[in-house]
């Protein structure tokens, strides 16, 4: 991804009439053809936004300014996509216990509502896509990054190699790429990220002996609310699957 400093001029972006005024985001991928595009996703989730009562959920979702596929084939049918969308921020920014919670409460309703409405598994919720927005003094917690998502009517592999972020992965998932992914799943690596946010802002505060420590214990954490998520547990028993 590239940071577009200078805001391009009126009429050249595809977000209707409104007048942008905010540096922009360029992301470049090489995907596989067969996959759903980002752009699709988040207007899809958008469309139904808008055509229903949740209109809220659109200050939680991100904004593509203008898509573009560039036709390519390597050894896997794969497309260069082109996405232009407004300047996000990692949630990891944010100093305030208030501000943190707020922002995590709302990317965990996003999530819901995704799963719930428009049928979509995000598949690659990590440390870098749990951003936030601020507007007119708020801060809004968003969901970003729809390259791995997939709608639940299509529920079939979309390349030959399974992708994600390892640290953040559901543990059922890991050195299981044949396994069903489910609203669980996701969910599992939200509270993966809860977690380690909030441990890296409680280190902050630590001596310096003492931050080595924090760190090295993540990975013990990671397989120990691993076992709790799974299995006959409260959190599956109450979630849908």
């Excluded at 428009?118 to 809004?140: A, T």
Aim: with cysteine.
């Amino acid at each position: 991804m590239a940071k577009l400093v200078r805001n391009v001029g009126d009429g050249e972006l595809d977000d209707g009439d409104e007048e942008w005024n905010q540096d922009l985001i360029v992301k470049l991928s090489w995907s596989p053809k067969s996959r759903n595009s980002e752009q699709l996703i988040i207007e899809a989730a958008r469309n139904h936004a808008n055509a229903s009562e949740h209109q809220w959920v659109l200050a939680h979702l991100p904004n593509v300014l203008h898509a573009q596929d560039i036709d390519r084939t390597t050894y896997e049918p794969r497309i260069l996509r082109v996405l232009v969308l407004e300047e996000l921020f990692p949630v990891f920014l944010l100093t305030e216990a208030t501000d943190l919670a707020k922002a995590f409460r709302d990317v965990f309703k996003c999530y819901q509502w995704l799963y719930l409405q428009p049928g979509i598994f995000h598949r690659d919720i990590s440390l870098n896509n749990v951003m936030f927005r601020k507007k007119d003094g708020k801060i809004f917690g968003v969901l970003n990054d729809y390259d791995l998502a997939l709608l639940k009517k299509n529920d079939a592999p979309t390349s030959k190699v399974r992708t994600g972020t390892k640290p953040f992965m559901a543990f059922d998932l890991i050195g299981c790429p044949n396994d069903v992914h489910r609203y669980r799943h996701d969910l599992e690596s939200l509270l993966y990220v809860l977690v380690y946010v909030t441990s890296i802002q409680h280190s902050r505060s630590l001596p310096r002996h003492q931050k080595s420590l924090v760190s090295h214990r993540l990975g013990d954490l990671h397989l120990a609310l691993s076992s709790l998520c799974r299995g006959p547990n409260l959190l599956a028993l109450v979630l849908p699957r």
